[in-house]
């Protein structure tokens, strides 16, 4: 089989490689992957399961494609005329694969870039089946060009319930209720960073994204402060800061080294992967050896909820709400949005629950995850 997936920012966001990693394991196909960045992904190994494309093709002025987009450009008034020969060539290799996957993650989830909008309407004249791949959107979202755009899928993989539910309610009667591909990536044995305690160990995430989604301004990097000064303080607990994106303009090292900085000299906290050297399966190894996660990132999430850690999610999107809903039942403990944290103790007191009911939730774990991961099942969307 041969699939092509599109689009794709780079695996400098651990999130966007461990989705296309879960889906080569689950797909047993030739992938061919048009990337915003091949060079990055190259580098955390993305090459070893994928056929790398660059997703722009540039346009010589002396080619074919040039002079039939400046026909179309100034004969017809056809203003993306250009940016249809930029990306031509992923039409091109759609057409000779058994679909096109269209990437879901966060690429759908407040809406989607016109240039997405755009290749599906050229993959929708060329013929080819194209299919929405693990996503979550919010419900607000869906209206207008974006609805427009997912009635054109032949099959939606609605990542959690929230979104399924969404769908289902806008008569989009395609989309299936399975949990994130990511949920079955493997974990590639890494050394544990000098001071990381097996077993005793939290590890905390922490992004930009969600420090922008704030009320309060400071207060989540406050609440963060907060729930270190307290794990330092009562109890025996290390502390591993764990970046799950490190892309320059959305680098969570950023204010994770300013906790770090705060704390590094009581020997209690490290800094894992400072220098964004390790892959998703090398974090989710990681990540699976900590007693306690507290993320920022929906995949660190998934990474600990698919090996048993349990963790509280700081989130601000309908994709942590979903899938801890999916897990638990609820999001109720288990999600605090940064929307509404207003005060500096939040985090810490959501923390303190979590640990006071860590022997129920992993007992809900033992019985629950092989089951949920489980339902991943690529046949329902891809042989149907």
């Not at 992938?31 to 960045?37: A, E, Q, R, T, V």
């Not at 160990?201 to 609440?223: C, D, F, Q, R």
């Amino acid at each position: 089989m041969r699939l092509t997936l599109f689009p794709h920012g780079g695996s400098g966001n651990h999130g966007c490689e461990a989705i296309v990693r879960s889906t080569a394991k689950l797909s047993n196909a030739q992938l061919n992957l048009f990337s915003n960045n091949c060079e990055e992904d190259s580098c955390y190994g993305l090459d070893a399961v994928c056929n790398l494309t660059g997703a722009e093709r540039p346009i010589n002025r002396f080619s074919i494609g040039y002079w039939r987009a400046l026909i179309k450009s100034k004969l017809c008034g056809k203003q993306d005329a250009f940016d249809e020969e930029v990306y031509r060539h992923i039409v091109a290799d759609a057409c000779t694969s058994e679909a096109f996957l269209s990437i879901g993650g966060d690429n759908y989830c407040y809406g989607a870039n016109n240039f997405i909008y755009l290749v599906n309407q050229m993959i929708d004249k060329a013929g080819v089946q194209r299919i929405l791949w693990g996503a979550s959107v919010e419900t607000s979202a869906l209206e207008g060009q974006l609805l427009e755009d997912m009635r054109g899928f032949q099959k939606i993989w609605s990542r959690e319930s929230l979104t399924h539910e969404a769908m289902l309610a806008k008569g989009l009667t395609q989309s299936v209720l399975m949990p994130d591909p990511a949920f079955v990536m493997d974990r590639k044995e890494v050394q544990l960073p000098e001071g990381f305690i097996l077993g005793n160990t939290v590890g905390i995430n922490v992004s930009p994204m969600i420090i922008g989604y704030e009320k309060a301004a400071g207060m989540t990097l406050e609440n963060y402060v907060r729930l270190i000064q307290c794990i330092i303080e009562q109890t025996d607990m290390q502390i591993a800061l764990i970046p799950h994106v490190v892309w320059s303009h959305n680098d969570d090292r950023k204010p994770l080294l300013a906790l770090y900085e705060q704390f590094k000299d009581t020997g209690r906290v490290i800094m894992v992967d400072a220098e964004a050297k390790l892959n998703a399966e090398e974090l989710k190894y990681i990540i699976s050896k900590c007693r306690f996660l507290v993320a920022a990132r929906t995949h660190a999430s998934i990474a600990a909820y698919s090996t048993q850690v349990p963790t509280l999610v700081v989130g601000y999107s309908v994709k942590a709400r979903g899938i801890a809903r999916d897990i638990f039942g609820t999001e109720e403990n288990y999600v605090l949005p940064v929307q509404s944290m207003t005060q500096p103790n939040e985090l810490t007191n959501a923390f303190k629950w979590l640990m006071q009911h860590e022997n129920a939730i992993r007992q809900h774990f033992q019985t629950f995850m092989p089951e949920y991961i489980s339902r991943i099942d690529v046949n329902l969307i891809l042989n149907d």
